[in-house]
T-cell receptor, first 112, second 114 residues
Framework: QKEVEQNSGPLSVPEGAIASLNCTYS??????FFWYRQYSGKSPELIMS????GDKEDGRFTAQLNKASQYVSLLIRDSQPSDSATYLC????????????FGQGTRLTINP | EAQVTQNPRYLITVTGKKLTVTCSQN?????MSWYRQDPGLGLRQIYY???????DKGDVPEGYKVSRKEKRNFPLILESPSPNQTSLYFC?????????????FGPGTRLLVL
């Protein structure tokens, strides 16, 4: 079992709809969770971080964390063509070490 | 401007010819890390450093060396590159403190080993 799993996609969503990206992780001791966006040929950039169970909203983005189910998701409301990118889920296993483990990424395409 | 820089951005080399990819950050971050990104495999950590003179292996350290003699610099060394090290490499840095773990990535170095 991979430490961090994402559906690689591609996920295709019409413009203006909600895009839902999912991620599961295997280490119950994981303490912090991140969503990065990566445009083709570019470096990853942070969208959201989440540390506690529940929802965290930032503009059109909402991260959801459920530690009991070892599940973290990212919702993008009012999807725009500029949201088309690969979204990487990353999990810090904690314990003081900066061992950030990334999922494979989900490729998202927003269709105008 | 706060940033992580990497050099070179593109590199073509031949098997066995030692090379160094430099990484520098101007944010006074304690933590720095190197990743490689390959299609279908995502980002995998090669080495990381919690502070000057403190380095540790990530998930795929074989064939790589690092050093952290200064806080701002974290070079990646390939002493004898092989074709399976052809990849896209990213350097990243962060404060490394709980709650400040966001990693800032450099622009990437695309390496081709012939």
């Amino acid at each position: 079992q991979k430490e961090v799993e994402q559906n690689s996609g591609p996920l295709s969503v019409p413009e203006g709809a909600i895009a839902s990206l999912n991620c599961t992780y295997s280490d119950r001791g994981s303490q912090s969770f991140f969503w990065y966006r990566q445009y083709s040929g570019k470096s990853p950039e942070l969208i959201m971080s989440i540390y506690s169970n529940g929802d965290k909203e930032d503009g059109r983005f909402t991260a959801q964390l459920n530690k009991a189910s070892q599940y973290v998701s990212l919702l993008i409301r009012d999807s725009q063509p500029s949201d088309s990118a690969t979204y990487l889920c990353a999990v810090n296993k904690g314990g003081g070490a900066q061992k950030l483990v990334f999922g494979q990424g989900t490729r998202l395409t927003i269709n105008p | 401007e706060a940033q992580v820089t990497q050099n070179p951005r593109y590199l073509i080399t031949v098997t066995g010819k030692k090379l160094t990819v430099t990484c520098s950050q101007n944010m006074n971050h304690e933590y720095m890390s190197w990743y490689r990104q390959d299609p279908g495999l995502g980002l995998r950590q090669i080495y990381y450093s919690m502070n000057v003179e403190v380095t540790d292996k990530g998930d795929v350290p074989e064939g790589y060396k690092v050093s952290r003699k200064e806080k701002r610099n974290f070079p990646l060394i390939l002493e004898s590159p092989s074709p399976n090290q052809t990849s896209l490499y990213f350097c990243a840095s962060s404060h490394g403190l709980a709650g400040q773990e966001t990693q800032y990535f450099g622009p990437g170095t695309r390496l081709l080993v012939l």
